[in-house]
């Protein structure tokens, strides 16, 4: 039987940055296992995010999505995506840059082997940080409250040796060595790139509603 896998991605004020992100996790986490699922979380923003993320679950029936009323933080946002997810593991992209799909591969093989897999972005003479994690639905307890500190996230994981495994991803980063690092809890203060449409088999509604949101940024 596959492995399932659910990705959490909570998402504030943030809606171009939604559009510019979650497309490419789409094709890429098909590509990894035939039972997966995006949960996104809209943590009660004032802008567009919302629609823009109604509008990505109505296209794909892989797509759950929860909506706070008002903001309520990023641990409390990833719990609210936990606990609508239903996959044995779970996917959490830090700063929502996407990972290449050859990164999601490697990522992917290390977590048959340890329940906890780490993938790290930096230059070797700088110090490597977290660029995502992906770990056993056992090992999220501990792990999400973390999250939003990178000091407490290395103390948490430093708990888990020798249960840990680290993936380079600087080779996929250094392609997009030309954007800011983002926040760990998705923010944007402005438009982003727009992205291509994914590539996976779709029905063309879902295509149309795609070009309608590229439309809709353009517009902004």
């Given at each position: 039987m596959a492995r399932s896998l659910s990705a959490l991605m909570p998402f504030y004020n943030a809606q171009h940055l939604a559009l510019r992100v979650v497309p490419p996790y789409i094709d890429g986490l098909s590509d990894l296992t035939p039972e997966w699922e995006i949960v996104l979380v809209d943590d009660g923003s004032s802008d567009a995010t919302p629609d823009v993320l109604c509008d990505l679950a109505q296209a794909y029936p892989q797509i759950k999505l929860a909506l706070h009323a008002q903001p309520r933080g990023m641990y409390l946002a990833y719990c609210t995506a936990l606990a609508l997810s239903r996959g044995e593991f779970v996917f959490?992209?830090?700063?929502?840059?996407?990972?290449?799909?050859?990164g999601l591969h490697r990522l992917w093989s290390a977590s048959a082997e340890v329940p906890v897999v780490v993938g790290l972005?930096?230059?070797?003479?700088s110090k490597p940080h977290a660029e995502c994690v992906l770990l056993h639905r056992s090992a999220t307890s501990p792990i999400l409250p973390a999250l939003s500190s990178p000091e407490r996230l290395a103390q948490v994981l430093a708990r888990f040796e020798p249960h840990v495994a680290t993936v380079s991803l600087r080779a996929e980063a250094q392609s997009s060595s030309g954007l800011e690092r983002p926040k760990s809890y998705a923010t944007s203060d402005g438009p982003e790139a727009l992205p291509p449409p994914p590539k996976s088999t779709l029905p063309r509604s879902a295509l149309a509603i795609f070009s309608r949101l590229k439309q809709f940024a353009l517009d902004e």
């Open positions: 959490i992209p830090l700063h929502h840059r996407p990972v290449s799909l050859d972005y930096g230059d070797p003479s």
